[in-house]
Structure formats: C-alpha cells, structure tokens
C-alpha cells in the first residue's frame, strides 16, 4: 500500500481548497477503475482497504481511501459524533461531505480515472457517506456502483438527495438485523427510495450486528465481479 498526499499547492498564492489524505492499494492491470473505500467511525483507511481487497481480490479495480480528520475511538472520524447523545456535529458533516467530494474528483483526476466508471464502497458512516456522495446534487456524472454495508441513510436536511442520479447505478445495500448503531430500518428506506429512482437494487440481511461477515463479503465479491 502506497499513502498519497491529497494536498495541493496553491497557485498565484491562493490556497487550495482542502482535501483528505488518501491511501491507495490495488489495481494491478493500467486500465484498473477506481473504488473508492470510505471507512467507519474509530477505523481508518487500512481497515476498509482490507475489506476491498478480499471484495476484489484480483486487483480489477484501484482501491484508494481517504482519511477522515477527526479522531474517534482507536481510530479516526470524518465528522465529530457524540455517542452518549447519539448525534453528530452537523457542521462537521456538511464539512466532511465537500472534502470528500473534492478528494474523490482529486484521486480520479491526478490517476486518470473515470468517475462514471467508479465503485463507492463504504461501511458504516462510510456507507451513509459513499451514498451522499452517489446522490447528492452534483455536477459529477454519478458513480457505476455504490456498495454500502450497515450505514445510515441521512435525512433532506443534511444531504441535499438528487434521487435521478440513482438511475441506472448499481447500489448493494446489506445491514445485520441485530445492527445496534444503526436501524437496519434505514437500510429498507434507502433500497426502496434508489429502487424507485431507478437503481439496481441488491438488498441484504444478515444475523448480525454492526459488523461485516465473510458471507456478505462473499457476495459483495460475486455481485462487484459482475460489474
């Protein structure tokens, strides 16, 4: 694995607009696509390159992800969470979402990768994020596929939904019926809202809680071999 600087120098002294350090592994043949691995609170971008190597364990796509700013638990957060509330810092959410945004057309710009062509991977508050940044209003194409496993689906007054981006995409939804963080209820609302905007819907349940299982990964691996 390779840890890229997402940083840019600013020209005629005007400072770049900020954007996450990366970290890139994969995508051993030069036409590889891109997929994009956001990971979860109190983990960190090796943590879900794990994931997305045993999800595309032939190396078909680039896996490079980002690393959120804020630390949580053991590891970092892309935005400030309060778990003896349960809510997070809404400011620091808006915040995180642009970032990423940025440093996903920063990663397909300096690799030469087509965004329309990219994978969104994500677990836990990577997945609520990798489906914000599939369908939020944007002047970016939408992505191919979007894979988002146990992760909310945010409310209108946090993400700014353009549901017509949804056509067509890809989108492999999977949750643990036990899951303590988030309701596996948000699941269902995500798969039939992105289904009726015209998505190809995967829906998955597991008998688990707020983890990933080596079945479901299993399946990501068939379903992504598809793509």
């Given at each position: 694995m390779t840890t890229v600087s997402?940083?840019?120098?600013?020209?005629?002294?005007?400072?770049?607009?900020?954007?996450?350090?990366?970290?890139?592994?994969?995508g051993r043949s030069s036409d590889a696509r891109l997929l994009f691995a956001v990971h979860g609170y109190a983990r960190d971008p090796w943590a879900v390159l794990q994931l997305a190597e045993?999800?595309?364990?032939?190396?078909?796509?680039?896996?490079?992800?980002?690393?959120?700013?804020?630390?949580?638990?053991?590891?970092?957060?892309?935005?400030?969470?309060d778990f003896v509330t349960r809510t997070l810092d809404e400011a620091s959410f808006v915040e995180a979402l642009g970032t990423l945004g940025r440093t996903f057309d920063a990663v397909c710009a300096d690799g030469g990768f087509d965004p329309a062509a990219a994978v969104l991977f994500g677990f836990s508050q990577g997945a609520g994020l990798a489906l914000a940044l599939a369908f939020g209003r944007s002047d970016r194409p939408p992505p191919a596929a979007v894979v988002a496993l146990s992760g909310p689906l945010h409310p209108a007054h946090r993400v700014d939904w353009d549901d017509a981006r949804a056509r067509d995409v890809a989108v492999f939804l999977a949750h643990g019926d036990h899951d303590p963080i988030f309701d596996p209820g948000q699941r269902r609302?995500?798969?039939?809202?992105?289904?009726?905007?015209?998505?190809?819907?995967?829906?998955?349940?597991?008998?688990?809680?707020?983890?990933?299982?080596?079945?479901?990964?299993?399946?990501?691996?068939?379903?992504?071999?598809?793509?």
């Open positions: 997402s940083g840019a120098s600013g020209r005629d002294g005007v400072e770049p607009a900020p954007r996450f350090p990366v970290v890139r592994s994969g045993l999800v595309d364990p032939g190396g078909r796509f680039a896996h490079v992800a980002p690393r959120g700013p804020h630390p949580g638990g053991d590891g970092a957060s892309f935005y400030r969470v609302a995500a798969a039939e809202r992105f289904a009726a905007a015209g998505a190809q819907v995967t829906e998955r349940t597991y008998p688990f809680g707020h983890e990933v299982s080596t079945e479901e990964l299993s399946e990501v691996r068939e379903w992504l071999a598809g793509r």
